[in-house]
């Protein structure tokens, strides 16, 4: 049996900045500096390759021998990507995890975004040996999230596309909207409460985490929310993504 990797390297794409960095497998933590580069606008597949290549070409250079996780927002099956919220159309339907493949010329693993970061937070953060359901939800560009049961993930809960008034939750309750409609936080946190109440009414769930780019700052709206379910920043913040594709390549 082949020894099971001690470091591995992740990338995270998001909708507004692409990230990488190297992985301690048993810690669970960067052991590198956390690189970034703006997503490219529209987001389009060639676009996005030469920025991920730009992150893995500033890692070290042993960072090549090492497995590869690759954490995108979207709808992740069989290695197709089936929905293009915050990305381009030309995401649709397609296949995302040869393309990387073949235009990074190494084996990869690729999963959603949110799902990486839930990994990241039950195997080395808030939700390590949590029993029952943990639902984690990212609050960036958009609304992703990671339901976790007992330890095992279930993917592509895509619970940020939840209908408000016909269009997904995300555009109402994700963080930019808190900054695109210079909201201030006890109005954003007003419709976090509708947003993670529903969550409570559908799934009953034991535990909510809040990863994403405002988990830098849970003092603010965090405890502005009466709920039934115990809720947490993320231990990795929005490091997460990149420590749960690693921890998969890793696998």
């Known amino acids: ?52 290549h730009e992150v ?13 996780g690759v954490a995108f927002p979207a709808i992740v099956k069989r290695g197709r990507t089936l929905s293009a919220a915050n990305v381009s159309d030309k995401w649709l339907d397609f296949e995302a995890e040869s393309f990387f493949i073949d235009g990074l010329d190494r084996e990869i693993h690729f999963v959603n975004d949110a799902d ?40 592509n809960s895509e619970l940020g596309h939840l209908k408000r008034k016909g269009a997904s939750i995300e555009r109402y309750a994700a963080y930019s909207a808190l900054e695109r409609e210079k909201l201030s936080w006890e109005k954003w946190a007003k419709r976090l409460q509708k947003y993670y109440t529903y ?40 490091s997460a993504g990149i420590i749960g594709a690693a921890a998969l390549a890793g696998d």
């Open 1 to 52: 049996m082949a020894k099971k990797a001690d470091r591995a390297v992740g990338v995270d794409i998001g909708g507004t900045g692409i990230k990488a960095g190297v992985v301690d497998l048993t810690k669970g933590e960067l052991v590198s500096e956390r690189i970034r580069v703006s997503t490219p606008q529209g987001a389009a597949p060639a676009d996005v390759l030469a920025a991920v």
């Open 56 to 68: 893995l070409d500033r890692l070290p250079e042993v960072e090549e021998h090492l497995p590869l």
């Open 116 to 155: 990486a970061a839930g990994i990241a937070e039950v195997r080395y953060g808030a939700a390590a040996g949590q029993d029952g359901l943990t639902i984690l939800t990212t609050l960036g560009t958009g609304i992703g999230s990671a339901m976790i049961h007992d330890g095992t993930l279930v993917p």
């Open 199 to 238: 969550l409570e009414s559908l799934f009953s769930p034991d535990l909510f985490v809040v990863g994403g780019g405002v988990s830098k700052h849970p003092d603010r709206f965090l405890p502005l929310l009466d709920l039934k379910t115990r809720i947490v920043p993320a231990v990795h913040r929005n």
